[in-house]
């Protein structure tokens, strides 16, 4: 699958919201809006991380990194300070497609 195929029926099977795509009508609107909220929020979170553009890519680990964001961004509904743990798969797939770590040759070029 890729980043672009992605629901909020996705994500809120991936959370175990529901066990067969067919329940998720059955959520409450405020689940579907919190997983479709987390889906937009985990592939603008994956696309400035990695410099690529998601929605555009077809490279599935990026699909699943994606999926494994927003499924966490839906089982923790609060932040406190003794959690600053990141999903290190996740994170693993985003390190192998981040483009934007190095500065450019072009802007270190000094003119004068």
């Known amino acids: 699958m890729k980043p672009c195929e992605l629901t909020a029926k996705n994500v809120a099977a991936f959370a175990r919201l529901i066990v067969t795509y067919m329940d998720y009508d059955a959520l409450l609107d405020v689940e ?57 798969t996740a994170m693993q797939i985003l390190d192998m497609h981040s483009t934007n770590l190095l500065p450019s040759a072009e802007g270190d070029v000094d003119e004068t």
Do not use: R
Request: proline residues 2%; negative net charge.
């Open 32 to 88: 579907k809006a919190e997983c479709e909220g987390a889906l937009s929020a985990a592939k603008a979170f994956a696309a400035g991380y990695t410099g690529l553009d998601v929605e555009a890519s077809d490279l599935e680990d990026i699909a699943y990194a994606v999926l494994a964001i927003a499924a966490e961004m839906v089982d923790n509904h609060q932040i406190t300070a003794q959690y600053t743990g990141k999903n290190p």
